[in-house]
């Protein structure tokens, strides 16, 4: 079992960056494929990047392309969203999420943090 803790969100302005960190309990975070993950109000969640187990494969929610960057430290047990010309629409919570499968599909993901604000102010 993993369990996840998000931090790193707040309040920025349309432009600005802002990381996100996941930290992962548990010895087997090297196993799981990690995924980042939002849902704004009155939306459905939705897949923004996965990293692979090794971190050679990662795929984006194609409007995030080029302004956000995923990556993990497996020796820290740790999940990374770089967010960079961040803009209003990218306002959410985000969560993190493991995954024993290299996927985008939510349904696949096993295990969930408890999310973390992220508001764009324009």
């Known amino acids: 079992q993993v369990q996840l803790v998000e931090s790193g969100g707040g309040l920025v302005q349309a432009g600005d960056s802002l990381k996100l960190s996941c930290a992962a309990s548990g010895r087997t975070f090297s196993t799981y494929t990690m ?3 939002r849902q704004a ?3 459905e969640r939705e897949f923004v990047a996965t990293i692979s187990m090794g971190g050679a494969n990662t795929r984006y929610l194609d409007s995030v392309k080029g302004r956000f960057t995923i990556s993990r430290d497996n020796a820290k047990r740790t999940l990374y969203l ?3 010309s961040l803009k209003p629409e990218d306002t959410a919570v985000y969560y993190c999420a493991a995954s024993r499968q290299f996927t985008m599909a939510t349904r696949l993901y096993d295990y969930w943090g408890q999310g ?7």
């Open 35 to 37: 995924g980042w993950f």
């Open 41 to 43: 109000p009155g939306k």
């Open 82 to 84: 770089q967010m960079n």
């Open 116 to 122: 973390a604000q992220v508001t764009v102010s324009s």
